[in-house]
């Protein structure tokens, strides 16, 4: 059973289905996520998908949705009782999600049911609310992290929780792109952004729009695209007034073109941060959601790069400061400013070297099967 609730997280558990098929090619696979999943042959309950959100104020808003979904999976995971539940990021949902299969499991101890759960990327834990990597190691019988500097922060806070850290699949997916700096024009490129989710559309794009226009009046010949994974979302970007060029996917392909992005912090900044683009990110969010993060969350930056950096290699504006005056300058110096651009590319590279080689679905599925000897 594997549980996916974002587009990244979809593709990911797809990635690992195709990598558990080749092992073991009669294996059925059923949960919740997306098209991609469906795509790869796993029986989905529901998109999760479709109900993506972000910060405590979307969740709360949801509740119920959120409740009657998570029921609806408890019943059929006790209902076909799978070998392993998998949980794929969406880490809210999942950790509560393998913390309730266990607890079925501790009160139903003449049930023979007791499936492995395994969680494919790491919550956040390191960067809030720590106590949760308790959690991890009470219910969970292995974690598969993405990031190298996880497995020692776990080793040294819960060391028996078993953490494998497999590499980034980022690595393997932009090399089979084998694109290169050559598809550059000198007409400076400028790439959005805005999130997967509505409610970042609908909370950074506004922002982003204003930003581009300060940077195409100081830069008339800048051109602007942006990169969105559905259509939905390209219905609401418009209707925010986006008239830019919109993509639908396949962000690999604009990355290779762009001179500078404006992102909002998160997975899509990894991405980024592998062509080598010079980027801008922010992050928006309601005012509940903003009170509580700023008392719980314990990093100096939410942006991946500059974590894994340990500097600030992306200018990052969160909430207040996230405004499209802040967005346009910091922009117009990336595109300007050919040094910096080169330090960052440097900088760029050494952290890509750290994620490991290509095939992470691989080893993430030959961690999982290694825990049925």
């Not at 092992?23 to 949960?31: N, V, W």
């Not at 024009?185 to 970042?200: I, K, Q």
């Amino acid at each position: 059973m594997l549980i996916a609730g974002e587009a990244s997280g979809d593709l990911l558990a797809a990635e690992l289905v195709a990598a558990l098929r080749s092992q073991l090619p009669d294996a059925k696979f059923f949960g919740a996520g997306g098209a991609k999943m469906s795509a790869a042959g796993v029986e989905l309950a529901f998109d999760l998908t479709q109900h993506s959100v972000i910060g405590i104020s979307d969740v709360l808003i949801k509740y119920f949705t959120f409740r009657r979904l998570f029921n609806q999976l408890l019943a059929l995971a006790i209902e076909r009782k799978p070998d392993v539940v998998i949980g794929v990021d969406y880490g809210g949902f999942n950790l509560r999600f393998g913390q309730a299969v266990k607890k079925y499991v501790r009160d139903n101890p003449f049930s023979k049911w007791n499936p492995k759960i395994v969680q494919f990327v790491s919550p956040q834990v390191w960067a809030s609310r720590p106590g949760r990597a308790d959690k991890l190691a009470r219910d969970y019988d292995l974690l598969l992290s993405i990031f190298p500097f996880e497995k020692d922060w776990y080793a040294q806070r819960v060391p028996k929780l078993r953490v494998e850290f497999v590499g980034h699949p980022m690595v393997e997916r932009m090399q089979k792109s084998e694109l290169g700096m050559q598809n550059k024009s000198s007409v400076p490129a400028v790439l959005l952004l805005p999130g997967s989710r509505r409610s970042e559309l609908q909370r950074h794009l506004p922002l982003m729009l204003a930003a581009l226009k300060t940077i195409q009046e100081k830069l008339p010949a800048t051109k602007a695209k942006m990169v969105l994974p559905n259509p939905a979302l390209v219905t609401l970007a418009k209707s925010l007034g986006a008239s830019m060029e919109i993509q639908i996917g396949e962000l690999h392909l604009t990355l290779a073109e762009s001179d500078v992005a404006i992102a909002s912090t998160g997975t899509v900044t990894m991405e980024c941060a592998f062509f080598g683009v010079p980027t801008v990110t922010l992050y928006k969010t309601s005012w509940l959601t903003y009170q509580i993060a700023k008392r719980i969350i314990t990093v100096k930056s939410l942006t991946m790069p500059n974590l894994l950096a340990g500097e600030t290699i992306y200018p990052e504006f969160v909430q207040h400061d996230a405004t499209p005056e802040n967005l346009s300058r910091a922009a117009l110096e990336l595109l300007q400013d050919e040094s910096r651009q080169t330090k960052i590319k440097l900088q760029l590279t050494k952290i890509i070297s750290s994620l490991g080689e290509p095939g992470a679905a691989g080893r993430a599925a030959e961690a999982v099967l290694s825990l049925f000897p």
